[in-house]
């Protein structure tokens, strides 16, 4: 007998640390340099904040009856706007999950269309033209073979746009995702694939959803780098997306990001996270909030204070506040939009369908 | 015209379509340096290059998903499922993804893809090669589902499907690829999806079929005609959208109706068809609707599987039944 065979590929020990920049005080950790200024800095916090604003006041609608079961945002704030922010909406495409309205935002997309998505309104799917952004979706993970194709017909039609998908450590267990990996990888397609690890798909922890160390150290097994950043620090998670964005935009192909952060409300509004979570580590996670240490380090610059924060919440409140307003200016829709855009033109059948169903009426 | 089989029409429409719109590419297992398994894109990818007809890693979801964002970015995608069976593969994108994108952002963003797919049985293929699947598509909502029968309709139906603002699911009955050939103008052609084809003008029954039961149909109308009975056939070339007024008139004018399929009999297509001439041609009607299906089994390995598909044999008992008053 010879000896055994020593597999070439072994599996990681451990996970790595996650890149940070940012610590929870709101301290630049070590020598680390703020990837960006303060007025991006400042314009990240407004969309976090928004993001968050508005998703509370959708949780409290959600519980009158007066929205449909939604996805809140708390705590991956950073991931979404860190990311979001190293983007230019006018060559650029957010391919988003279900939780992204702030970079859906900063791409130009209305909040009154996301508020009609979350109300059922057929037109919250409508996405204005020259808004580079995929609607939300549901199906998870299939968006993501979408979020390649952008790309590679971007780069057939020589344009320098990228593409961002973004979905979590669930989705990350799904065909679509190594699918698209596997594609991406091969065409050296100008793709980012934004993991957002919030250490839950629904009621299943992150170490159910893979035995891998890290979600990125998948990336090499496809032929590109993978990143792992502190997804609660929003300059490293800005810092990681536009390397992958200067990647992808010199044709060098795609990157993996994973942003370790954590759901801190429920996975929706239909969910009981009390029935499984553990309240230690949600109480760590509390302590790593994203928007805070944003507004700790400005407040260091003289860019932040209390006054500053009273101001933007009622600022913040009220255009929320427009927006539901625009978006009750929209007609209720009738039974006619069940046969409007099936087909560019409808078939005989539909029309026959319709002429009888709006008879009835 | 020329005389054409069917791959040859499919190919030739295919080169034709990429000469018009450069927009249009080639995407699948296989279709590059092969032309395909069944050389449906032989030679296209010399003509057109490695950027507009691409081999895929073999992973079907992508390459259907793949295909929105590319129809999303300004392309019109023309991707090959190496067989139907495999398609399952892909189901979700095609028609949760795919056939949806139109009606869940109202208009906003389309997707312009045709899906070329082979099917059928009766080639001796290996197991999940052979499946006739279009029922599942044709609950596809968004999606139109086209089947040819002769190297004539696949090029005016293909050349339809391509230009179609809306996906378009274009099956291929593999056993035709060959078989079939027929005279094909040589100029440019389109089919109006939703027309059926009168095969032969009768007056005894009618007879309504599509795709890879055409043969067996023509075979079964060479007995019949042989014993003295006259059929009406019709042949739908597409099943999404429907010609329900072709159909109800065809079936008004002999009040007998005989619907032949290759796929398993339960919410087959032909359940569709035969209720919508309960539905608007039931006072014509003369005798009970009858179909004749593969049953409500697996596709078989392909040693029995002449004897799961609907045979000319069948469909001849099939119309004597009902012709009986």
């Not at chain 1, 300059?235 to 994973?258: D, M, N, S």
């Not at chain 2, 034709?16 to 990818?45: P, Y």
């Not at chain 2, 964002?69 to 994108?93: C, D, K, R, T, Y």
């Not at chain 2, 796929?263 to 569709?272: H, K, L, T, V």
């Amino acid at each position: 007998m010879s000896d055994a065979l020593s597999p070439q590929f072994k599996p990681a020990a451990k996970s790595v640390a996650p890149h940070k920049l940012l610590g929870p005080k709101g301290k630049l950790l070590g020598t680390a340099k703020a990837p960006m200024t303060d007025a991006q800095a400042l314009e990240a916090l407004r969309l976090m904040m928004l993001g968050r604003a508005f998703d509370t006041k959708c949780f409290s609608l959600q519980r009158q009856g007066k929205i449909g079961t939604f996805a809140p945002l708390h705590g991956q704030e950073a991931s979404i706007v860190g990311s979001a922010m190293a983007l230019n909406p006018e060559s650029d495409w957010v391919v988003p999950q279900y939780r992204e309205t702030p970079a859906l935002l900063r791409q130009g997309y209305p909040l009154e269309q996301i508020i009609l998505y979350r109300q059922g309104h057929p037109h919250g799917g409508f996405v204005p033209d020259g808004i580079k952004v995929l609607q939300f979706q549901i199906s998870l993970a299939a968006q993501i073979p979408h979020a390649v194709g952008l790309a590679w017909g971007m780069q057939l039609q020589q344009q320098d746009g990228v593409s961002v998908a973004y979905f979590g450590d669930g989705s990350s267990s799904e065909g679509d995702f190594h699918e698209s990996c596997n594609l991406a990888g091969v065409l050296k397609a100008p793709v980012i694939f934004l993991l957002q690890n919030n250490q839950w798909a629904i009621s299943t922890p992150r170490e159910i959803q893979s035995a891998a160390s890290d979600l990125a150290a998948r990336a090499p097994g496809y032929g590109f780098p993978g990143i792992s950043v502190d997804g609660n620090d929003l300059f490293a998670v800005y810092q990681a997306t536009a390397e992958a964005v200067t990647r992808a935009r010199a044709g060098k192909g795609p990157t993996l990001i994973e942003c370790h952060t954590y759901r801190m409300w429920a996975h929706t509004t239909a969910d009981d996270p009390s029935r499984y979570v553990d309240e230690k580590e949600e109480k760590r996670w509390g302590t790593r909030d994203p928007i805070d240490r944003v507004q700790r380090y400005l407040a260091d610059s003289g860019n932040w204070s209390d006054d500053k924060a009273k101001a933007w919440e009622a600022e913040i409140a009220d255009e929320i506040q427009s927006a539901f307003d625009n978006a009750a200016k929209v007609p209720p829709a009738g039974p006619e939009a069940l046969y409007e855009h099936v087909f560019e033109t409808p078939t005989s059948t539909l029309n026959r369908q319709r002429a009888a169903h709006l008879q009835e009426q | 015209m020329t005389t054409l089989t069917m791959v040859e029409a499919i190919r030739e429409t295919l080169r034709a379509e990429m000469l018009r719109d450069e927009r249009v590419i080639l995407m699948g297992e296989d279709v590059g340096h092969l032309g395909g398994v069944f050389r449906a894109t032989d030679g296209l990818r010399q003509q057109f290059g490695a950027q507009r007809v691409f081999d895929t890693p073999l992973a079907e979801s992508v390459i259907a998903g793949s295909a929105v964002g590319l129809a999303i970015s300004g392309l019109i995608p023309v991707f090959e499922m190496q067989f139907l069976g495999f398609s399952q593969n892909a189901f979700h994108q095609i028609c949760q993804q795919i056939a949806r994108t139109r009606f869940r952002t109202r208009g906003s963003h389309t997707c312009p893809i045709t899906i070329r797919a082979p099917f059928g049985g009766n080639v001796r293929t290996p197991e999940l090669h052979s499946d006739s699947m279009e029922p599942q598509y044709a609950q596809g909502t968004g999606l139109k589902v086209v089947m040819p029968s002769t190297a004539y309709d696949a090029k005016g139906l293909l050349a339809s499907a391509i230009r179609d603002p809306d996906p378009v699911l274009f099956l291929e009955p593999l056993r035709g690829y060959r078989l079939v050939s027929d005279d094909v103008p040589d100029d440019d052609y389109t089919i109006e999806f939703g027309k059926l084809r009168v095969m032969r003008e009768g007056d005894d029954i009618t007879i309504v079929t599509w795709s890879a039961s055409v043969p067996v149909v023509e075979q079964a109308v060479e007995q019949l005609v042989a014993e003295g009975i006259n059929p009406h056939v019709v042949d739908l070339r597409t099943i999404v959208p429907l010609d329900e007024a072709g159909l109800v008139a065809a079936v008004e004018k002999t009040g007998r109706c005989v619907v032949v399929h290759e796929s398993p009999a339960a919410a087959g297509f032909g359940a569709e068809v035969i209720t919508l001439l309960q539905e608007q041609a039931f006072y014509s009607l003369q005798a009970p609707l009858k179909r004749v299906t593969a049953p409500d089994a697996p596709y078989p390995p392909p040693g029995i599987e002449g004897h799961y598909i609907p045979s000319s044999e069948l469909v001849v008992r099939a119309v004597r039944e009902t012709l009986i008053d």
